[in-house]
């Protein structure tokens, strides 16, 4: 595990993330971007093809520095170099340089959002000292020691494998920005010291924290979930929305190549069973067929939703259309995440049941990131994701580059679609855009939503958390005991 947040989208390198390193503009409570090491919002020219963005003045690195226009530059060269998200904005960028010691200045090709680019919060663009970076490169960030950002904690320890420790930044000062939550209200934190422990097994999660060796357990499954209400010494805080569940669609092969077989396998599917067999309990999911959950802004949309309403009659007559053969589909699933391989059981079923002859194909999580960038090895298989990604070109599924590259989003209609998203110059433009990317989405249906779910984090009532408005945990909002 690396935790160079600006190289890795994986879920345990963000936690660390956000509360060690700082973005320029941030999500608040509603997954706005506002201003976080940017004093204000950035001016832009006529044409969208240059921005200003204004710094914060006083605002002090963990290692003593006082960052700089020059920090910036160079933190966002390095993004541009190492996340998929920095180099997709850097195909557009013609320039970036520092006019003052509080002034970045950036060129574009041709316009983009910058700002919703700058924040969202997976393999971000995280500002780190111009000194840190000349020493490290591009390569992975090996020693969390050498991560010096600005944010309310500060790394002091890694035990690879076993845990990380973060202290408080004691120097730490918020931004000034409006926000009663999400990332972008950031603040001093009240506890001194944070150590996180790996504990990959959720049981062994569970039963720890229920007996008192840890004070919280994150992610707990939601078998659990009853015994959680009984239990006298720890409360069950479900965070909503937390992933989405998706069945990615291979469409680069036989038979998933074929719209008509892809829209047949989101009509066989009953979303209800699948959420129940995943997640037990109706109030840890929402049956919502839209790509993005509800309360994201101009992000969340019900227009251009199609085939999440199960009809088999329909299902089967565009399969037998389709000149579907009945050659074997195989759905690829791995254990190790419950709700996934659950879901991928009572899915293959109804699939069956509609015409499809399915192989659940189950293997170990290493196995899986592996044969998932190799397209010639499945046909099918449920994938849950954060829902961080606040740039539509930058979520997974319709970046042209996951789970392999060439899949859905780089080419045709769609990217179209994503283009207008960044020559719209307001939000009202945003949510027409963004009703026009759903439409194109659920006509081509390269993969097929299952619902949004919650998570699960088990908190000793002796810990008071605070208001948790992101879908992970922020210790710097939690309280003293």
């Known amino acids: 595990m690396t935790f160079d947040w600006q190289q890795s989208t994986s879920s345990g390198t963000q936690l660390a993330g956000i509360q060690v390193l700082e973005t320029l503009y941030s999500l608040n409570e509603a997954y706005t971007p506002v201003p976080q090491l940017a004093s204000a919002m950035p001016s832009v020219s006529a044409d969208g093809l240059a921005y200003q963005v204004p710094l914060r003045q006083n605002v002090?690195?963990?290692?003593?520095?006082?960052?700089?226009?020059?920090?910036?530059?160079?933190?966002?060269?390095?993004?541009?170099?190492?996340?998929?998200?920095?180099?997709?904005?850097?195909?557009?960028?013609?320039?970036?340089?520092?006019?003052?010691?509080?002034?970045?200045?950036?060129?574009?090709?041709?316009?983009?959002?910058?700002?919703?680019?700058?924040?969202?919060?997976?393999?971000?663009?995280?500002?780190?000292?111009?000194?840190?970076?000349?020493?490290?490169?591009?390569?992975?960030?090996?020693?969390?020691?050498?991560?010096?950002?600005?944010?309310?904690?500060?790394?002091?320890?890694?035990?690879?494998?076993?845990?990380?420790?973060?202290?408080?930044?004691?120097?730490?000062?918020?931004?000034?920005?409006?926000?009663?939550?999400?990332?972008?209200?950031?603040?001093?934190?009240?506890?001194?010291?944070?150590?996180?422990?790996?504990?990959?097994?959720?049981?062994?999660?569970?039963?720890?924290?229920?007996?008192?060796?840890y004070d919280v357990g994150l992610k707990i499954p939601g078998d659990f979930y009853s015994t959680l209400q009984r239990a006298e010494n720890v409360t069950a805080k479900v965070v909503s929305p937390f992933y989405s569940n998706f069945m990615l669609t291979n469409t680069g092969k036989p038979p998933f190549g074929n719209q008509q077989v892809r829209q047949a396998a989101a009509l066989a599917l009953d979303r209800k069973p699948l959420a129940d067999a995943a997640h037990?309990?109706?109030?840890?999911?929402?049956?919502?067929?839209?790509?993005?959950?509800?309360?994201?802004?101009?992000?969340?949309?019900?227009?251009?939703?199609?085939?999440?309403?199960?009809?088999?009659?329909?299902?089967?007559?565009?399969?037998?259309?389709?000149?579907?053969?009945?050659?074997?589909?195989?759905?690829?699933?791995?254990?190790?995440?419950?709700?996934?391989?659950?879901?991928?059981?009572?899915?293959?079923?109804?699939?069956?049941?509609?015409?499809?002859n399915v192989n659940v194909d189950v293997v170990e999580a290493a196995v899986m990131t592996a044969r998932r960038k190799k397209p010639e090895t499945w046909d099918l298989v449920i994938a849950g994701l954060g829902v961080?990604?606040?740039?539509?070109?930058?979520?997974?599924?319709?970046?042209?580059?996951?789970?392999?590259?060439?899949?859905?989003?780089?080419?045709?209609?769609?990217?179209?679609?994503?283009?207008?998203?960044?020559?719209?110059?307001?939000?009202?433009?945003?949510?027409?855009?963004?009703?026009?990317?759903?439409?194109q989405f659920y006509s081509d249906m390269p993969a097929i939503k299952l619902n949004d779910y919650a998570a699960i984090d088990v908190v000793s009532k002796s810990i008071d958390l605070g208001n948790q408005t992101f879908y992970w945990p922020t210790w710097w909002s939690a309280k003293a005991p």
């Open 280 to 356: 037990g309990w109706p109030n840890l999911y929402t049956l919502n067929g839209a790509i993005y959950p509800a309360g994201m802004g101009v992000l969340s949309t019900q227009i251009g939703v199609a085939g999440y309403s199960q009809d088999i009659s329909e299902a089967r007559s565009l399969l037998k259309n389709s000149g579907y053969d009945g050659r074997p589909v195989t759905l690829l699933t791995q254990k190790e995440v419950a709700e996934a391989y659950n879901s991928s059981i009572a899915a293959a079923q109804q699939l069956e049941a509609a015409g499809f």
């Open 60 to 213: 002090k690195f963990h290692n003593g520095a006082m960052m700089t226009a020059e920090d910036v530059v160079a933190s966002l060269q390095r993004w541009a170099q190492v996340s998929s998200n920095g180099k997709a904005m850097f195909d557009r960028v013609g320039g970036i340089r520092a006019i003052s010691a509080s002034e970045v200045h950036i060129t574009l090709s041709s316009p983009y959002d910058v700002v919703r680019a700058l924040a969202v919060p997976i393999s971000p663009a995280a500002i780190m000292p111009v000194q840190v970076i000349s020493v490290l490169g591009n390569d992975p960030i090996g020693d969390v020691t050498q991560i010096v950002g600005s944010g309310p904690y500060k790394f002091v320890e890694w035990r690879k494998g076993q845990r990380y420790a973060l202290e408080r930044f004691a120097d730490y000062r918020p931004a000034d920005n409006g926000a009663t939550g999400g990332l972008a209200a950031a603040r001093p934190a009240t506890w001194q010291r944070v150590e996180v422990n790996f504990v990959t097994d959720a049981t062994t999660r569970f039963h720890s924290t229920l007996a008192g060796q």
């Open 388 to 439: 961080g990604y606040v740039l539509p070109s930058s979520h997974l599924l319709l970046s042209g580059s996951w789970p392999f590259a060439g899949w859905y989003g780089h080419d045709g209609l769609i990217k179209a679609q994503l283009d207008r998203w960044d020559v719209a110059s307001s939000d009202a433009e945003r949510s027409l855009v963004m009703d026009g990317i759903q439409r």
